[in-house]
């Protein structure tokens, strides 16, 4: 089996920042690409982030130029520095962890973020 667990998310002021954590474990033997995916209430969830093990990254337009998301493979984990944080950031921050490019990939619970004054 395979684990997904994230950590970092909290409550936080317009304008501030916060560090996301994804580790994955389990038998896990190869990773293709991580991933990070929001859903704020009411709202479907929607890609934040994407990184491949080759460095590759993808980022939504909202969070272009504010977030940087980062892969460590040895440990197997995924970073997301979010710097400049807006209210419509709220939301449920999700883990994506795909071994192979076809997969669909294993989730991780969720991290909240709250960015209110």
């Known amino acids: 089996q395979v684990q997904i667990a994230e950590s970092g998310g909290g409550l936080v002021q317009p304008g501030g920042s916060l560090r996301l954590s994804c580790a994955a474990s389990?038998?896990?033997?190869?990773?293709?690409?991580m991933g990070w995916y929001r859903q704020a209430p009411g709202k479907q969830r929607e890609l934040v982030a994407t990184?491949?093990?080759?460095?590759?990254?993808n980022y939504a337009l909202s969070v272009k130029g504010r977030f940087t998301i980062s892969m460590d493979n040895a440990k197997k984990t995924m970073y997301l520095q979010m710097n400049n944080l807006k209210p419509e950031d709220t939301a449920v921050f999700y883990c994506?962890?795909?071994?192979?490019?076809?997969?669909?990939?294993?989730w991780g619970q969720g991290t909240q973020v709250t960015v209110s004054s």
């Open positions: 389990g038998t896990l033997f190869n990773i293709y690409q």
């Open positions: 990184i491949t093990s080759g460095g590759t990254t």
């Open positions: 994506n962890c795909k071994p192979y490019m076809w997969d669909i990939g294993y």
